[in-house]
T-cell receptor, first 114, second 117 residues
């Protein structure tokens, strides 16, 4: 039962442009959403989070938008840089879960071209 | 301060053998989580442990899989009688507490890639 979905397996974007990654979820009990970045042969690293009581959270070049009515969130990276080339995972957490019990999407491979 | 360490990084086993995966959490972290990532899929939660205790094993397959986090030493994920479907990347993560605060204080290890021949 896949409750967090990333329907775009890959995204190619030019350096300097905006990258938009999308994530949909089905469980209305989720109250925190996170984005992780993963390089090959490394573990995921935390990027940014958003609480369900907010609709936007910004951290430098990264902004996450949450649309609760649509059960949809997106990650914007502006401007995209070559070092942003990685797999990005969307994850979600419920109030009853410990930190580690996250539900992950399948990931989106981002390639930033010069 | 070393990060979360996992070894081996790559493990090859033949069907029917046992696989032991080790995870050393970050210094000061007493909470460990194991995840499995099958090809083309996201990470899936398996088990949450504190020292000498299994807190949540709701994601563990019912048979052949076990995990421990002894008082001394690393956490161990053990897979008995491995099958080809066990081939995956296994990640562990650690945190200083189990509560959902300060998401940036939790860290993943680099993973162990298990290949079953």
């Amino acid at each position: 039962d896949q409750q967090v979905k990333q329907n775009s397996p890959s995204l190619s974007v030019q350096e300097g442009r905006i990258s938009i990654l999308n994530c949909d979820y089905t469980n209305s009990m989720f109250d925190y959403f996170l984005w992780y970045k993963k390089y090959p042969a490394e573990g995921p690293t935390f990027l940014i989070s958003i609480s369900s009581i907010k609709d936007k959270n910004e951290d430098g070049r990264f902004t996450v938008f949450l649309n609760k009515s649509a059960k949809h969130l997106s990650l914007h990276i502006v401007p995209s840089q070559p070092g942003d080339s990685a797999v990005y995972f969307c994850a979600a957490s419920r109030p009853t879960d410990s930190w580690g019990k996250l539900q992950f999407g399948a990931g989106t491979q981002v390639v930033v071209t010069p | 301060n070393a990060g979360v360490m996992q070894n081996p990084r790559h493990l090859v086993r033949r069907r029917g053998q046992e696989a032991r995966l080790r995870c050393s959490p970050m210094k000061g972290h007493s909470h460990v989580y194991w995840y499995r990532q099958l090809p083309e899929e996201g990470l899936k939660f398996m088990v949450y442990l504190q020292k000498e205790n299994i807190i949540d094993e709701s994601g563990m397959p019912k048979e052949r899989f076990s995990a421990e986090f002894p008082k001394e030493g690393p956490s161990i994920l053990r897979i008995q009688q491995v099958v080809r479907g066990d081939s995956a990347a296994y990640f562990c993560a650690s945190s200083p507490q189990g509560a959902r605060v300060k998401w940036n204080e939790q860290f993943f290890g680099p993973g162990t890639r298990l290949t079953v021949l």
